[in-house]
């Protein structure tokens, strides 16, 4: 995903966290029970799109691909709408999701067509656990994988067709990685001018793209292994810091065109709801559409990641609260990078997810 060091410490419930990190909101037209209505300009998608986030109304964030780890929701499988989740996807999926995420290794886990799916899983079951517990999200937005997540909860999807959509875009992006081999590497201290100079001087014919926009000083590179070290090396001459990640592929650029271009054909027969909950798109960083769902969802695995963007479009709103649905805290942490007044905690195990409930009563 990009991320280079785990978020800690972070607990609480929508009130609490409030409590301990009100801050002044900007500027906006007020509607009816505290809802700020503003325009969010979303700088990627060169437009203003207006949305209204209510006030203190969190944002879930649904993690990406990356986070899992062996063991990671096993202890949730007692809650009602976590076991009904993990039911219907383990019927979709032709396997047992329960058993995968209890006792698989972690090489088989860390494999692009098991870990998809088994992060969606997981974060779509805490999601619905905590709807039905009354915490209602004001918008949704993903990282990467983290968005197909993201089209359930939105209500974009149902979660069956968010099952079998995450089983296929798992294997088209395998398949492509295993026929255009790829890396991906951090770069810090770095800045988005700069980071396209240096594609631009390194790529020497061959594929090599800004990918993900993390937050302020962190941009992930992808493209092909010699690339991406002529990049890393002219990085470190500059006196700046990198970290090689442990990606099987080049994810979101032009080395996974042969998975969009299964992507397309895949989409064409698949119908989108309009979203009943802001859904905010990696490529725009704009609510997303049922009208250009398929586009982008192409898109999508070929774009950068606009994460940065997604959460200041967000703030511009007036969203101040973030939820983390999934696992591993990173996206919590970039959050606390891009916007260091909002609020912020992620629930992925039973401690979380009952501390986070009881201090919400």
Request: hydrophobic content about 45%; aromatic content about 4%; glycine content about 8%.
């Amino acid at each position: 995903m990009g991320e280079i060091q785990p978020a800690g410490g972070l607990g609480g419930s929508v009130q609490s966290l409030r409590q301990s990190c009100s801050h002044e909101t900007p500027t906006g037209r007020f509607g009816s029970c505290g809802t700020r209505l503003v325009d969010a300009t979303a700088q990627p998608c060169g437009g203003s799109v207006s949305f209204s986030i209510p006030d203190s109304a969190p944002v879930f964030l649904c993690s990406g691909q990356g986070a899992q780890k062996a063991g990671m929701g096993a202890d949730l499988m007692d809650v009602a709408e976590v076991a009904d989740v993990f039911e219907c996807a383990s019927d979709v999926l032709g396997f047992d999701v329960a058993e995968l995420v209890r006792n698989a290794d972690p090489d088989t886990l860390n494999d692009t067509r098991n870990a998809q799916p088994a992060l969606c899983v997981l974060t779509v079951a805490l999601g619905r656990a905590l709807v039905a517990r009354g915490v209602e999200p004001a918008a949704v937005l993903g990282f990467s994988l983290g968005q197909v997540s993201a089209l359930a909860l939105s209500g974009m999807l149902s979660d069956e067709e968010t099952f079998a959509l995450v089983k296929a875009r798992a294997a088209l992006m395998a398949d492509a990685a295993a026929e255009h081999p790829g890396v991906m590497s951090a770069l810090l201290k770095a800045d988005e001018q700069s980071v396209v100079a240096l594609c631009e001087e390194c790529a020497q014919g061959e594929v090599l793209v800004p990918a993900n926009f993390n937050c302020p000083g962190q941009i992930v590179i992808a493209g092909t292994p010699a690339a991406v070290e002529r990049a890393e090396t002219a990085w470190a001459a500059a006196g700046k810091r990198c970290s090689r990640l442990a990606t099987s592929g080049a994810f979101h650029s032009p080395l996974m065109a042969s998975a969009a271009e299964g992507m397309a054909d895949y989409l064409a027969h698949v119908e989108f709801a309009e979203a009943r909950i802001p859904l905010i798109c990696n490529v725009t960083a704009a609510p997303l559409e049922a009208a250009d769902a398929r586009e982008h969802l192409v898109q999508h695995l070929t774009k950068p990641v606009r994460f940065q963007q997604s959460v200041e479009a967000l703030a511009a709103a007036g969203a101040d609260t973030f939820v983390e649905v999934g696992f591993g805290g990173v996206l919590s942490n970039l959050v606390k990078r891009i916007d260091k007044t909002a609020a912020r905690t992620c629930v992925q195990d039973r401690a979380s997810f009952d501390a986070f409930l009881s201090e919400s009563e």
